[in-house]
């Protein structure tokens, strides 16, 4: 178990709502990331955090936005969301190594109506 | 552009039979190579890699082979189990502070029984 804790797990609403999943972990690492899975796309990366206060862009990271004021937790907010959003989004640590291994959470399901 | 294909979405095999999951990569300059497994509703987990360096990991059931000048990643599963059944996604990494990791689509395994 590595401590990663996502909220909400699911989550409909409508198109041009503000959306924020959040990202809680209980082991104090550095790199956390926020993944959305899609058919056809795999994982693709959206932001990424390597401190408090230190974020920077992934893949597809337009229209997300992502805050991170404390070491455990890793926001991801849909400002106004669109349909293209409804996908399933996950959270990732890195605990450090060579091998690059992520733990993720468990995921949340997004749908925007 | 994808950088690492997967080009199979899904793949049968009876169980007891070997299990060969395909990834071919564009990229030469990672760290790592990785597979990761995932069940529905679930979080992807870390399965085996292989580093840049070797051409061949083993882990149980499980073996990963490299072929650089191909740029081609295969996992083997043998002997398959229904337990096995899940989607499979290879996964290049490249080293650093931050671990810059990129997801193939995914390959659907189903192993019948």
Redesign the interface.
Known sequence: DAG?TQSPRHKVTETGTPVTLRCHQTENHR?M?W?RQDP??????IH?S?GVKDTDKGEVSDGYSVSRSKTEDFLLTLESATSSQTSVY?C?I?PGG??????????SRLTVL | DQQVKQNSPSLSVQEGRISILNCDYTNSMFDYFLWYKKYPAEGPTFLISISSIKDKNEDGRFTVFLNKSAKHLSLHIVPSQPGDSAVYFCAESFGGGYQKVTFGTGTKLQVIP
């Open positions: 990663i790199y990331y993944y056809g796309h795999g994982l693709r990366l990424y390597y996950f990732a890195y060579n091998t690059g291994e992520l733990f993720f959470g468990e995921g």
